[in-house]
């Protein structure tokens, strides 16, 4: 969706939703209605008459170039060659079908691909680190494109009117808002990503860094970056605190720092995000460990004002564009957060104060960015290494050969550099 677009659209709505709007980096968190006077529409023929819904998408996918309506009669070998043209098919069968079809597009879609042998006239092609990156970025992207062309209508009421269907409106609350006045069309795959995330949600995730269960699970909310990645939380944990008196929290996402950081015994942290979702997020989660306290939540760019002896930050690794809001917490155009954190951490830290970047190398097997480039953004910011403290890749995708990134990640060491200022 285009966001300049939302807020022109925004333009006749309360003050209060526009204001929402203009500081949100993501305009799904806007109220149902607002979004459905702006969103785009899909259309489709049925019954000799023209039928027009709301097209309704978290990852700002584009309508499909045409809709065909589909049922329980349709195979799966028609509806790959549907979904590779573009072609959505708005499911009219038994829901626990489309399922199951959706399940045959994905074996298809991940079916090994015939590769023409090498020979003299067709020498075998190698690519690099990076050219591998963006080849399975591009196969990634078709893969969802495809897999996404199955469709489900959605009532105003959040139901959906297929034999078998689900009740999913507490899922689609969660992560959509209160109900609109109108219904929508969504793919049958972000449906159950959505309906995925509610799940994790209200089961929550264990962090050993937090001490003890029941006392130590972590709920991510839809749209924001599940603490997966256990070893960088480890290194929080172990890193010498060089105060217990103040620490910002910068990208604060589930809370997931900044509870660690006070469960150490942080009298006082900060934690900011520019993304709504997050802050609602991580306000939960700091009450839930009854931390609310000891941690305080605000909406900003980075830093929050005033200045701390411990500023944290856990930026996205890898410096590529995000394909969909979800994305923003692992891909950092540019390296924009990361260089925005280095170049104004100094302004922000007391006399002896630590900032505390938690980085994978992950970019740099890739080659997508060089120690050398790293290491320079640090000194021109003014900063020193006063230590550096390494973790090996703990994730199953660091194990697995069949992946294509495989010798980078299994390479990969998560460290969180102790910087000062000089």
């Not at 806007?30 to 019954?47: F, G, M, R, S, Y």
């Not at 507490?170 to 069309?185: D, F, H, L, Q, R």
């Not at 900011?272 to 460990?289: F, G, H, V």
Request: proline content about 5%; hydrophobic content about 40%; charged content about 25%.
């Amino acid at each position: 969706m285009n966001f300049a677009l939302v807020l022109k659209g925004l333009s006749n709505w309360p003050r209060s939703t526009y204001d929402q709007a203009m500081h949100s980096q993501d305009a799904t968190t806007l109220p149902a209605d607002a979004l459905q006077a702006v969103a785009p529409t899909i259309t489709w023929q049925e019954n000799g008459h023209e039928c027009e819904d709301v097209w309704q998408s978290e990852r700002g996918a584009p309508t499909p170039k045409r809709v065909v309506l589909a049922d329980d009669t349709l195979s799966a070998d028609s509806a790959y060659r549907l979904a590779c043209a573009g072609t959505g098919m708005l499911w009219r069968g038994d829901f626990q079908n489309a399922r199951l079809l959706l399940q045959a597009l994905a074996r298809r879609c991940d079916a090994p691909k015939k590769v023409r042998r090498a020979s003299k006239t067709n020498p075998e092609v190698t690519h690099s680190p990076q050219e591998n990156f963006h080849l399975h970025r591009q196969a990634q992207s078709q893969r969802a494109r495809t897999l996404s062309m199955i469709l489900i209508q959605v009532n105003p009421d959040r139901q959906i009117s297929l034999r078998r269907a689900p009740d999913w409106r507490e899922a689609m609350k969660e992560a959509w808002g209160p109900a609109g006045t109108t219904g929508c069309v969504t793919s049958l795959r972000e449906l159950l990503g959505l309906v995925g995330a509610h799940e994790w949600h209200q089961k929550g995730m264990e962090i050993s860094a937090l001490g003890s269960a029941p006392h130590n699970r972590i709920h991510p909310s839809y749209g924001v970056f599940s603490p997966v990645r256990g070893e960088y939380i480890q290194l929080v944990a172990d890193a010498p605190l060089p105060s217990t008196e103040l620490a910002f929290d910068i990208g604060v996402g589930t809370g997931v720092l900044s509870a660690v950081l006070a469960k150490r015994g942080m009298k006082r942290v900060v934690g900011t995000d520019l993304d709504i979702r997050a802050l609602a997020c991580a306000k939960e989660n700091i009450q839930r460990l009854g931390l609310q306290g000891k941690v305080e939540l605000t909406q900003a760019d980075l830093f929050p004002e005033g200045k701390a002896p411990l500023i944290v930050c856990n930026p996205p690794w890898l410096p590529a564009r995000a394909s969909a809001p979800i994305e923003r917490a692992i891909y950092d155009e540019n390296s924009a957060m990361l260089k925005g954190f280095l170049a104004g951490l100094a302004a922000h830290l007391t006399l002896k104060g630590e900032g505390w970047l938690i980085l994978s190398d992950l970019a740099e097997h890739l080659g997508l960015r060089t120690r050398a480039e790293l290491e320079e953004w640090i000194a021109v910011a003014g900063l020193k290494v006063i230590d550096k403290l390494d973790t090996k890749a703990e994730h199953k995708k660091a194990q697995d050969e069949s992946d294509p990134l495989h010798a980078a990640r299994a390479a990969e060491v998560t460290s969180l550099w102790r910087l000062a200022a000089k």
